[in-house]
């Protein structure tokens, strides 16, 4: 089997004794360094020094996107600031994104996490590893692309968009590995047709697809139409950025590398540990990063745990695929989206009312999220270009707001349906 890091063939006392010693020493550290964690250790109980076993887990205090926000931007980090390196960033809420921050030390372990997840879907030095995650505040594009020069495979640095181009730089440099999300991969393949490139003109082997949710069928119709081997890769800015878990050739779960971070299945509701093989809310906690260490950080995605020796030889835990979230969030063309995000952009535009709906799709296998809002009456009167500027405004805040284009549609008022509960804002006709 191949793997780029012993780590990932220990036998499972060594890994728990070194997973206990960098528990202890994260919490002991960010006892001292951060004082949110001072206060909430403090009310917990534990004093530095106080984790003894890897089941003291359980009793340490859960930390949230929340935390993040009121902690914005810098509150949490556990060096100085002189000691960041890079910064990136996601999606909050509300308005304020959540901000991590990573020591020289930190991109390098991150570097090796990726490294690992290449190797896993089957990557080596001599790969061409063509990197279309965005480039920018969002992991997916640094992460994948550290990851391939950290292995000594060349990293193509396209990011996202300009699909033609993407195949055209496919065929004549001849990459081995995409990574995109899954629904940009379908994408490709559709567009290949549409512009008649053959397969067979290009050297692509397996695909690193994640940053959004896919399914099996999925998987089938990318490793037809692409020829490759698709590997799910999974992993949130908070904890790292791509490269927590990697599915590897077997394909029955993602790997979680645990020398990195301990994983944790709990009820959503109670905040008990659920057994494995038992769904509920996956929850991580760092135990190998300087900038920005989180204890048992609620990613509120739904998942569970397969402790079982996996054929690859790998040892470490496996995660089910991503079933949903316990929130509302969306994601978009891989962009996070919070229906409450899109609520405050249209609360800020005179001539809307507070009546709306989230439609999402997916057209030719990309997202598109339609914005249906309400307008008052004496705006739906008005001239069409009246009616066509409010759409565009609305479009343009949207976009500069989250980062993400949709399309708006004016409504007349009184004509989305009212809710007698819960108001549905989000009709999700996807069909994953
Ligand atoms: O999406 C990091 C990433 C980049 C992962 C590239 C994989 C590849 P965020 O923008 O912080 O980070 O979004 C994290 O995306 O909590 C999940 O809800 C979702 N997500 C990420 N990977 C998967 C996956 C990146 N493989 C949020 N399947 C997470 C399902 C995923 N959902």
Same mark, same amino acid.
Request: hydrophobic share 35%.
């Given at each position: 089997m191949d793997y780029f890091n012993p780590v990932e063939v220990? &036998?499972? &006392?060594?890994? /728990? $004794?070194?997973?206990? $010693?960098?528990?202890?020493?994260? *919490? /002991?550290?960010? #006892? $001292?360094? *951060?004082?949110? #964690?001072?206060e909430k250790l403090d009310d917990a109980g534990f004093k530095p020094g106080d984790v003894k076993s890897l089941d003291d887990l359980g009793r340490l205090p859960f930390t949230c996107k929340d935390d993040l926000r009121d902690n914005y931007p810098f509150g949490l980090f556990a060096v100085p600031m002189h000691d960041i390196v890079r910064i990136h960033a996601s999606s909050g809420t509300t308005g304020k994104s959540t901000v991590v921050g990573y020591t020289e030390a930190d991109i390098q372990v991150w570097a090796d996490l990726v490294a690992r997840t290449i190797v896993a879907a089957g990557g080596t030095a001599d790969d061409i590893v063509h990197v279309s995650y965005g480039y920018g505040l969002f992991t997916g594009g640094l992460g994948l692309h550290y990851g391939a020069e950290k292995l000594g495979a060349t990293a193509l640095p396209m990011s996202g968009g300009n699909t033609k181009r993407q195949i055209r730089m496919m065929v004549d440099f001849g990459s081995t590995i995409l990574c995109c999300t899954p629904s940009y991969a379908l994408n490709i393949a559709e567009v290949m047709q549409e512009i008649g490139v053959e397969r067979e003109s290009m050297r692509l082997k397996s695909a690193i697809l994640g940053a959004e949710p896919w399914s099996d069928e999925m998987r089938r119709q990318i490793e037809e139409e692409l020829i490759v081997s698709a590997h799910d890769i999974y992993g949130l800015s908070e904890v790292v950025g791509p490269g927590v878990s990697i599915e590897c050739s077997q394909k029955k779960g993602l790997h979680i590398f645990e020398d990195s971070f301990i994983p944790e299945v709990i009820d959503p509701e109670s905040g008990e540990v659920l057994p494995p093989g038992e769904r509920g809310e996956l929850v991580f906690t760092n135990i190998n990063k300087e900038g920005l260490a989180l204890i048992r950080y609620r990613t509120r995605d739904i998942s569970r745990l397969f402790p079982e020796p996996c054929a690859c030889g790998r040892t470490h835990v496996r995660m089910e695929r991503i079933t949903g979230r316990t929130d509302d969030m969306l994601i978009i063309r891989g962009v996070n989206v919070f229906p409450s995000q899109v609520e405050m952009v249209l609360m800020q535009v005179p001539g809307l009312s507070p009546h709306y709906q989230l439609v999402v799709d997916r057209i030719d296998n990309l997202d598109v999220l339609e914005v249906q809002v309400e307008v008052s009456p004496e705006i739906f009167s008005d001239e069409i270009k009246r009616l066509e500027e409010l759409e565009k405004r609305i479009r343009d805040?949207?976009?500069? #707001?989250?980062?993400?284009?949709?399309?708006?549609?004016l409504m007349e008022p009184r004509s989305i349906q009212r809710s007698e509960g819960k108001a549905v804002r989000v009709i999700d006709k996807r069909k994953i």
């Open positions: 220990w &036998e499972r &006392e060594r890994l /728990d $004794e070194l997973k206990l $010693e960098r528990l202890r020493s994260t *919490v /002991d550290r960010l #006892y $001292e360094k *951060v004082p949110f #964690y001072r805040e949207v976009q500069s #707001y989250l980062g993400v284009s949709v399309r708006v549609r």
